[in-house]
């Protein structure tokens, strides 16, 4: 198939791209770059033989993206493209509604003016809110407490309408759970710009020995160890799952929500002695109090991608944290290295 993938050369898109390549999909990026590095599309190309091209743009940009439509003529479009900070999308709402909901519509009209009738959308298990009963299956209902959640469930039901609409169109609605890890060669992982918001990036930063110790969250939550529970799924299996999306897509109408994790889950103390047990490293780490909005424990209920995306995960806690490990010393300075 001809995949249009927007925020490719980001994190999760670059890992996609080497899945969708070996599966022998033709890829065309457009990334703007505000949370990338064009480093990353080079090490693609040395990864794999695949056909890519790319072009620098921004989503919102229309005239760039029916340029980019015309010329690859994409029979299916997988966007990344967007911000993802919850603590950015509370300071600055109207930038995180433009980028993550209007770039979705242009996006939207760019694909219907050439008559492109399939996506793969990257939502988010923010969307379901504070839990009501865990693991959230994907009937759990949907009241995110942050603007990046809103404007995630925003562009579902916008995906669901256009869906609606016109019969022979797919959406399919990707809910990740906490993707972490990184590609077996080493070459390719996730490289924060700042200081990282999430445990993983924070915690190989410390082995690395960029950052002290470890700031736990709270210690004092209704979980085993008192720290927080999360569902973190191996990048390359979440990468997998979007290959999996397209053959659903191929075959089926309308728009679905597929939770995307593991169904199992690890708390902050676990993560931490998984990376020391798999990288030799030691983390120190220190105890504050918990981070505004966090809940206690999150899990999937991923029964559904199992069944109708036919697709499960098959990498282990070990191998995220050893993979993060790999990347993070073989790089100490991201793509910059
Ligand atoms: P990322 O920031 O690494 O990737 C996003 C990519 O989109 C970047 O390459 C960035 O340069 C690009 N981009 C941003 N705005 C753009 C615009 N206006 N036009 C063109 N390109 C633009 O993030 P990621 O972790 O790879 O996440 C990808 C998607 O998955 C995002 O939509 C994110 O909200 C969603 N998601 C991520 C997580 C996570 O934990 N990483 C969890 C749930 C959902
Ligand atoms: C965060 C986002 C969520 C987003 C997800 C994507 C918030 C409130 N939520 O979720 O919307 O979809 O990232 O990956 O930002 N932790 C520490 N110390 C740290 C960092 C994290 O103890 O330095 C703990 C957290 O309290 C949490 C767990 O580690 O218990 C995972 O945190 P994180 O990686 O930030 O993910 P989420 O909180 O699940």
Same mark, same amino acid.
């Given at each position: 198939m001809r995949v249009l993938v927007t925020g490719g050369a980001g994190y999760i898109g670059s890992h996609t791209l080497l899945e969708l390549m070996a599966q022998g999909h033709e890829v065309c990026v457009v990334d703007n770059y505000c949370n990338a590095s064009p480093e990353v599309l080079v090490r693609i190309r040395s990864l794999s033989n695949g056909t890519l091209v790319d072009h620098i743009g921004d989503v919102r940009d229309s005239v760039k993206l029916d340029d980019i439509m015309d010329g !690859?003529?994409?029979? %299916?479009v997988i966007h990344f493209a967007g911000l993802k900070a919850v603590g950015e999308s509370q300071e600055r709402p109207l930038h995180y509604y433009d980028i993550n909901v209007s770039g979705t519509l242009c996006l939207l009209r760019a694909m219907d003016r050439i008559g492109c009738r399939k996506i793969v959308f990257s939502s988010? %298990? @923010?969307? *379901?809110?504070?839990?009501? *009963?865990?693991? *959230?299956?994907?009937a759990h209902p949907t009241n995110p407490t942050s603007v990046y959640g809103r404007s995630k469930l925003m562009v579902e039901q916008i995906l669901t309408d256009w869906t609606a609409a016109q019969d022979d169109t797919t959406a399919v609605l990707l809910r990740y759970f906490n993707p972490v890890g990184a590609h077996a060669s080493g070459q390719i992982g996730e490289d924060p710009s &700042?200081?990282?918001?999430?445990l993983m990036p924070y915690i190989a930063q410390v082995a690395i020995g960029k950052r002290d110790a470890l700031t736990? !969250?709270? &210690?004092? *939550?209704? @979980?085993a160890d008192g720290t927080g529970l999360r569902d973190y799924i191996h990048v390359v299996d979440l990468a997998r799952a979007h290959v999996a999306a397209l053959g659903y897509a191929d075959k089926a109408t309308g728009a679905r929500a597929f939770n995307v994790g593991t169904g199992q889950s690890y708390s902050v103390l676990d993560m931490v002695a998984a990376f020391e047990r798999t990288s030799g490293k030691t983390i120190p780490t220190k105890v504050a109090a918990r981070r505004d909005g966090d809940i206690a424990a999150m899990q999937a209920d991923a029964t559904r991608a199992k069944h109708e995306l036919k697709w499960v995960t098959e990498h282990n806690l070990d191998d995220m944290t050893s993979s993060t490990w790999v990347w993070q010393s073989g790089n100490p300075n991201g793509y910059k290295s």
């Open positions: !690859f003529q994409p029979e %299916a988010s %298990a @923010t969307v *379901y809110g504070v839990p009501k *009963y865990l693991p *959230y299956d994907e &700042d200081i990282p918001n999430n736990v !969250f709270g &210690d004092d *939550y209704d @979980t």
